[in-house]
């Protein structure tokens, strides 16, 4: 069993900059693919960025390309979300997950259902 414990959520104001850590429990971490999800209030969970096991290839929600960078530290067991030009809308709960068995080693999944792993959330909100 995986654990994941993220961290670094907090009440900003628009367009500050806040970065997301989670870091996983285990020996196996570099072989699982990663991915940040974000649910607000009344809205379904969906993907916000994705990054490989290998190579570090990376997806990203449209509405976040371009101020979102996901990264990840295999040494560390730790995936970043590094969230800059935040917006009123991008107020929600992050949660990270852990994908152990990708379909490639060069991609990661765009669905919640892919994913085994799940941190507990951490909440991001951001005022106007």
């Known amino acids: 069993q995986v654990q994941l414990v993220e961290s670094g959520g907090g009440l900003v104001q628009a367009g500050d900059s806040l970065r997301l850590s989670c870091t996983a429990s285990?020996?196996?971490?570099?072989?699982?693919?990663m991915g940040w999800f974000r649910q607000a209030p009344g809205r379904e969970r969906e993907l916000v960025a994705g990054?490989?096991?290998?190579?570090?290839?990376?997806i990203y929600a449209d509405s976040v390309k371009g101020r979102f960078t996901i990264s990840r530290d295999n040494a560390k067991n730790t995936v970043y979300l590094q969230m800059n030009s935040l917006k009123f809308e991008d107020t929600a709960v992050y949660y990270c997950?852990?994908?152990?068995?990708?379909?490639?080693?060069?991609?990661?999944?765009?669905?919640?259902?892919?994913?085994?792993?799940w941190g507990q959330g951490t909440q991001v909100t951001v005022s106007l």
């Open positions: 990054i490989s096991r290998a190579f570090g290839r990376t």
């Open positions: 997950a852990a994908d152990r068995n990708p379909s490639t080693s060069y991609g990661s999944s765009w669905s919640s259902t892919d994913y085994d792993y």
């Open positions: 285990g020996r196996t971490f570099s072989m699982y693919a």
